[in-house]
């Protein structure tokens, strides 16, 4: 066996005839756990490509062996030019499960590919505690923001988590303790699958294991107090929870406003004049594909709509700092488009339709007379729904209630031929 750079050579075939590539899931057992189809799949191949990790569990190999590069694309690159020759990608356990494997198929045809995946984490983790797998929220924190689980933490509900290393069981407990939720069960389970397979149980509140291997998976039975800060499904979430200098869309209203733009699974959202963020946030929230790009012309509120974002979850939320419209140049297509501030300022609605793709919709908030007057002229022009929102919230005045009424909002909703 012999391992070298992806530098070292170069090599370049006409469209191979059959597969060529094959990906292998390999557990903490190595070899004894392969099936004979990947263990001769893995003897044939005349490069192996993996973590140092895999590459050990999978030895001894007799092929040329490549350790994953950094950056990984230079070793995606020397894969590909290397196409026709047989060549192994070893990955853990399942490679299309947050493995490698998804990557590789967006550059591999899939004809050109054959794989032999093992059991999951996950899959792994439920058959150790008897749990049902469609029940539990899957979620990897591998390489990934750690409040990204936040949407997730459901009383009653049952979570396992992917963890970076072995810190995450900590900070996860220290996060699910922050949030009322330190009565939740936790279970860390390390190398499943191998001779070094460990698990262990703990509440989040009296968190205190040690010397947690890197490669470990944690369970979640969350439980909370009343008062636990708990992410609903619904939109219109409370306005106390989204730090703001008063540049925020109500929660009534922000119902209201996503119940117009209608979010649905994978779409990208633009949120023109994001202020605290609120609307992208929500959007996110509806579904974890969902994206929005919130466009904020001050710097102090795009720091505090980030710091939303990450309380909350919603870390598909990406705030870039600029003025529209010079700052939508460049950006992917919109599925939808939110402009809650600057719908008056020149060109940003040309900009805003011009992105839209078809069947997209806009909605445009107004407080103002002026902005109001644009949207009647834009409504004459293109259609679509208006409709005015008063609000009126209960409050005490002296000893008694009374009615406080809040700037009544025109909205116009039109969805793109």
Request: one cysteine or more; glycine letters at 12%.
């Amino acid at each position: 066996m012999s391992t070298f750079s992806p530098k070292s050579e170069t090599v370049s075939r006409e469209a191979p005839a059959r597969p060529w590539l094959t990906v292998i899931g390999i557990g903490e057992d190595g070899r004894a756990g392969l099936s004979p189809a990947a263990t001769a799949a893995l003897e044939r191949a005349e490069l192996v490509v993996g973590g140092a990790r895999h590459l050990a569990l999978a030895g001894p190999l007799d092929a040329r062996t490549l350790p994953w590069p950094s950056p990984i694309a230079d070793g995606y690159r020397f894969i590909l030019a290397r196409r026709g020759e047989p060549t192994c990608v070893l990955a853990t356990g399942d490679p299309f499960h947050y493995g490698v494997g998804a990557e590789l198929a967006r550059l591999v045809p899939a004809e050109e590919m054959v794989c032999f995946p093992q059991a999951s984490a996950f899959s792994l983790a439920a058959a150790r505690l008897g749990w049902s797998l469609p029940e539990c929220d899957c979620v990897s924190l591998h390489g990934r923001t750690l409040e990204r689980i936040i949407p997730h933490l459901q009383p009653g509900g049952r979570v396992l988590a992917l963890s970076w290393d072995g810190s995450t069981p900590g900070k996860l407990a220290d996060l699910l303790e922050a949030r009322g939720l330190g009565a939740s069960a936790l279970t860390v389970l390390e190398s499943m699958g191998g001779p070094r397979e460990r698990i262990r149980h703990t509440v989040a509140a009296e968190f205190s294991l040690h010397e947690i291997d890197p490669l470990n998976t944690v369970a979640i039975r969350v439980a909370g107090a009343k008062d636990a800060r708990v992410v609903s499904l619904a939109p219109g979430l409370p306005d106390t929870w989204f730090e703001n200098d008063g540049q925020l869309t109500k929660a009534e209203i922000r119902a209201l406003t996503l119940a117009a733009l209608a979010p649905r699974a994978g779409e990208l959202l633009w949120d023109i004049g994001a202020g605290a963020g609120s609307v992208g946030i929500e959007w996110c929230l509806r579904h974890p594909r969902n994206r929005c790009i919130g466009i904020e012309e001050r710097s102090e509120r795009a720091e505090r709509a980030r710091r939303n974002a990450l309380e909350l979850g919603a870390t598909a939320l990406d705030i870039r700092l600029g003025q529209a419209p010079d700052a939508l140049a460049g950006l992917p297509a919109p599925d939808a488009v939110f402009i809650g501030g600057g719908a008056s300022e020149a060109g940003v609605f040309e900009a805003a339709w011009g992105a839209l793709k078809p069947g997209g919709r806009l909605v445009v908030n107004a407080v103002t007379l002026e902005t109001e007057t644009l949207l009647g002229t834009l409504y004459a022009r293109h259609g679509g729904t208006m409709r005015r929102l008063a609000l009126s919230r209960l409050e005490r005045v002296g000893g008694m209630h009374g009615w406080r009424a809040a700037m009544p909002v025109t909205q116009w909703v039109v969805t793109k031929p």
